[in-house]
Structure formats: C-alpha cells, structure tokens
Nanobody, 124 residues
Framework: QVQLVESGGGSVQSGGSLRLSCAASAYTTTNYCMGWFRQAPGKEREGVAAVDSDGSTSYSDSVKGRFTISRDNAKKMVYLQMNSLKPEDTAMYYC??????????????????WGQGTQVTVSS
C-alpha cells in the first residue's frame, strides 16, 4: 500500500511559480512511476507529468516547457516545479503512483495510488 501526501499548492498571479511536493509513505517506491494529474471544476481529469524510476519524463502539451517534474528516490519524494503559470492551470493537483505504468502511458491510464490533492489557483 502506498500513501501519497501533496503539499505546496496555493494562490499566485499569472506568470508566477509554485513547487508542488508529494511524499510517499511506503517501504519503497523506487521502481514506481510517479506523477501528477489535475482536475478543474467542470472539466475532465488531465494528466500533467510523470517520471519513471530511471528519470525518464513525460509531459502534457499544455505544460511542456513550463513545468518540470523530478523525484528523489532516497527521500521518496516527487516534485512539480511550475513556472509561467496561467489562469488555465487553476485546478486541484493530485499526486499518483503506479508500479506497472510507465511515463509514456501515464496520460491514458488510471494509476493505482492517489493523494488527496492540493489546490492551485492562478489569478490573471
């Protein structure tokens, strides 16, 4: 069983930055694919970014070039650095993890483990 706890959400103005963190509570998540989804009110859940155990990453087109995902296996942490934020980035952001997925298939999948979410609000 993997428990995920997100932190770092908040309110920023357009063009600002935030860094989300996700702490995994498990014996090990080293070989898990980990990443982020988001969901805005009235919209479908959207995959944002994912990182494999070897560091390979994937990003949605909507955040590519602005967001950076990283992980620290020793600390069992995953991070999402979000720069040049836009009002359309406003959403609840969820950390997720799955032992069998790979980052290339992240956006079409539903990972096994999810956090409770952290709210990101970007004002214009």
């Amino acid at each position: 069983q993997v428990q995920l706890v997100e932190s770092g959400g908040g309110s920023v103005q357009s063009g600002g930055s935030l860094r989300l963190s996700c702490a995994a509570s498990a014996y090990t998540t080293t070989n898990y694919c980990m990443g982020w989804f988001r969901q805005a009110p009235g919209k479908e859940r959207e995959g944002v970014a994912a990182v494999d155990s070897d560091g390979s990453t994937s990003y949605s087109d909507s955040v590519k070039g602005r967001f950076t995902i990283s992980r620290d296996n020793a600390k069992k942490m995953v991070y999402l650095q979000m720069n040049s934020l836009k009002p359309e980035d406003t959403a609840m952001y969820y950390c997720a993890a799955d032992k069998w997925l790979r980052s290339g298939s992240w956006f079409r999948s539903y990972p096994d483990y999810w956090g409770q979410g952290t709210q990101v609000t970007v004002s214009s």
